[in-house]
């Protein structure tokens, strides 16, 4: 376990496609979505900390969520968590990561993840990671992980690497916005396209050289701050100036721009659980199965559902096929699959007529 490895894990969203379990109050990453007995936070601080020191790791969230992660992670402390004053995007949350690690350690190689993802070989998913870290030590390059693509999936982002046969690194030759199912398709069969698992690894020293060409303003901007990073002072200035940051993604902002960026095949299984169809798909073989997280259920002529409950209740599904079933304390979701991407329009048609009691 290298004293040079910190990991930056972003717990800062919402989740509404998870709705009537994850809301604004209590986004799905604090959640226990696949019955486990732990948060997908606590899954993904615990799989990190295999390689990483769990005093290098760090939790960039909301403000509101503050007590949230000091409850679920007590081998924490306050100064790891890094609060966001604002909506930004990746990039300003990355950036002020990236500097304040880089106060702390200039030799620093650093992970950023998700942590609201399901890898279900750790081993291989840290193998992966070692072999990014060994790689950006020795060069000035971006880092990804690629996740080899099982079928034409149109919900995530593609990354077409060069020369992927040659060698499980590449040089990545674009990203790729999600495409529609005929393009999702060829790339399928090209092979030499990955999903975009969102999940980076590079040394602090390259990425802000990163920033510094492709999104200079907000370098400037986060510069300002070094002297008070990892202060006392330090959340005053951020305050003051996290919202005057541009509303722009790592994607976007440089991952797209930068010329140095190389892929690393992934050698573990993935899910992004970015949808209740998503978690269906996590637990069950095929679509004709029903998956089922804590209830006790019942099934007759009722296949393809995803049913939730927060506790042991007998659920009983007669003749209903490919819908969601949540049921939540002050909440009855039915809901078809075929659907689930009008969850979020759901959410704010809620919202307007019951306020924010459901939101």
């Not at 940051?245 to 930068?258: P, V, Y």
Request: net charge negative; charged share 25%.
């Amino acid at each position: 376990m290298s004293t040079n490895y910190y990991a930056v894990i972003m717990a800062g969203g919402i989740g509404s496609r998870f709705w009537p379990v994850s809301t604004a109050d209590f986004p799905k990453q604090f959640h226990d979505m696949l019955g486990t007995g732990k948060s997908l936070l606590q899954q993904t601080f615990s799989r990190l900390s295999k390689l990483i020191p769990q005093e290098q790791i760090l939790i960039l969230t909301n403000e509101r969520y503050l007590d949230l992660t000091l409850e679920q992670l007590p081998e924490i402390t306050a100064s790891q968590v890094v609060l966001e004053p604002a909506m930004r995007n990746t990039s300003p949350c990355i950036a002020l990561a990236a500097m304040k690690i880089k106060k702390m350690n200039p030799d620093a190689l650093m992970l950023v993840a998700p942590s609201d993802h399901w890898i279900e070989d750790e081993d291989a998913f840290m193998a992966d990671v070692q072999a990014c870290f060994d790689a950006a030590q020795r060069d000035d390059i971006l880092m990804t992980l690629g996740i080899v693509p099982t079928f034409p999936n149109t919900g995530y982002g593609y990354i077409e690497a060069e020369n992927l046969s040659a060698s499980p690194i590449a040089p990545v030759k674009q990203f790729r916005e999600k495409p529609d199912y005929d393009t999702a398709k060829t790339f399928v069969e090209a092979g030499n396209f990955m999903w975009n698992a969102g999940i980076f690894i590079w040394s602090v020293k390259s990425i802000l050289k990163a920033f510094e060409t492709h999104l200079p303003v907000m370098h400037a901007l986060f510069s300002e701050g070094v002297p008070v990073y990892n202060t006392d002072t330090e959340k005053a200035f951020v305050e003051t100036n996290y919202e005057l940051a541009e509303n722009i993604s790592i994607d976007f902002g440089i991952m797209e721009k930068a010329t140095n960026v190389f892929v690393k095949k992934a050698t573990f299984d993935w899910n992004d659980l970015g949808t209740w169809g998503a978690l269906h798909d996590k637990l069950t073989t095929s679509d004709s199965e029903n998956a089922v997280v804590r209830a006790k259920p019942f099934f007759n002529d009722a296949t393809g559902n995803m049913v939730f409950s927060e506790t042991e209740k007998l659920i009983v599904v007669d003749g209903i096929s490919d819908y969601i079933i949540v049921d939540k304390e002050d909440t009855l979701l039915l809901f078809p699959k075929s659907k689930e991407q009008d969850i979020k329009k759901l959410v704010q048609d809620i919202k307007a007529r019951f306020g924010e009691k459901y939101n």
